[in-house]
């Protein structure tokens, strides 16, 4: 770039040592033109995008009761269904946090503390067939239900002294896992357990 217009301005000063006086305007465009053609312009960068924060995914809210369980509560609060599965038979096994006192089909449930678990089970027909309750005097959330063989596990969240119904489990210094399992056909309690999440 700076040889091309130091070309041009010596060109310039040639013509006017040999008489022939050059016009401004050219030089200085000639000079401008050298400029642009020597040395193309670097592209442009798009300015940096904003980082948005990063958003906590909220857990889903839980679910009201269906219309499949409704007619097979009374009394208390709503409960509320958090997770539900069929058998290979079509029965319904449905899980999810209750407080208080709650009549569901035949039997009557009660909280231990804050909020507790329920499990239900629907037999094919639809009909109900039996509930447990499970919990300890301070909270439970997050209750899920899968199928294991013949038997039906539960699994959640509790900051306090579990029992599946089979008497207290062991209590941690923080909310633990819990992992409750019973009987498929008659609800009868198998096993229970807590475990650590690992955090302070």
Same mark, same amino acid.
């Given at each position: 770039?700076?040889?091309?217009?130091?070309?041009?301005?010596?060109?310039?000063? @040639?013509?006017?040592?040999?008489?022939?006086? *050059?016009?401004?305007?050219?030089? +200085? /465009?000639?000079?401008?033109?050298?400029?642009?053609? $020597?040395?193309?312009? +670097?592209?442009?960068? %798009? %300015?940096?995008?904003?980082? /948005?924060?990063?958003?906590?995914?909220?857990? %889903?809210?839980?679910? *009201?009761?269906?219309?499949?369980?409704?007619?097979?509560?009374?009394?208390?609060?709503? %409960?509320? @269904?958090?997770?539900?599965?069929?058998?290979?038979?079509?029965?319904?096994?449905?899980?999810?946090?209750?407080?208080?006192?709650? +009549?569901?089909?035949?039997?009557?449930?009660?909280?231990?503390?804050?909020?507790?678990?329920?499990?239900?089970?629907?037999? *094919?027909?639809?009909?109900?067939?039996?509930?447990?309750?499970?919990? $300890?005097?301070?909270?439970?959330? /997050?209750?899920?239900?899968?199928?294991?063989?013949?038997?039906?596990?539960?699994?959640?969240?509790?900051?306090?002294?579990?029992?599946?119904?089979?008497?207290?489990?062991?209590?941690?210094? $923080?909310?633990?896992?819990?992992?409750?399992?019973?009987?498929?056909?008659?609800?009868? @309690?198998?096993?229970?357990?807590?475990?650590?999440?690992?955090?302070?």
């Amino acid at each position: 770039m700076v040889r091309s217009a130091v070309g041009v301005l010596v060109a310039a000063l @040639v013509g006017l040592h040999c008489g022939a006086a *050059p016009d401004p305007d050219e030089v +200085a /465009s000639k000079t401008a033109e050298s400029s642009e053609t $020597s040395a193309p312009s +670097a592209p442009r960068r %798009p %300015p940096p995008a904003e980082e /948005s924060p990063a958003e906590e995914v909220p857990e %889903p809210a839980p679910a *009201p009761i269906g219309p499949d369980l409704l007619p097979y509560v009374s009394g208390g609060t709503l %409960p509320h @269904v958090t997770s539900v599965v069929q058998d290979e038979t079509g029965a319904t096994f449905a899980t999810g946090t209750f407080v208080g006192s709650v +009549a569901i089909g035949d039997t009557v449930i009660n909280s231990r503390g804050q909020k507790d678990v329920f499990l239900l089970k629907l037999d *094919p027909a639809g009909k109900f067939a039996w509930v447990r309750a499970v919990g $300890s005097p301070l909270g439970e959330r /997050s209750p899920r239900v899968a199928i294991d063989g013949e038997s039906i596990s539960l699994i959640g969240m509790t900051k306090g002294e579990m029992n599946c119904g089979a008497g207290p489990l062991r209590t941690w210094s $923080s909310e633990t896992f819990f992992f409750c399992m019973f009987g498929g056909s008659d609800g009868a @309690v198998q096993a229970g357990g807590v475990f650590p999440t690992g955090s302070p």
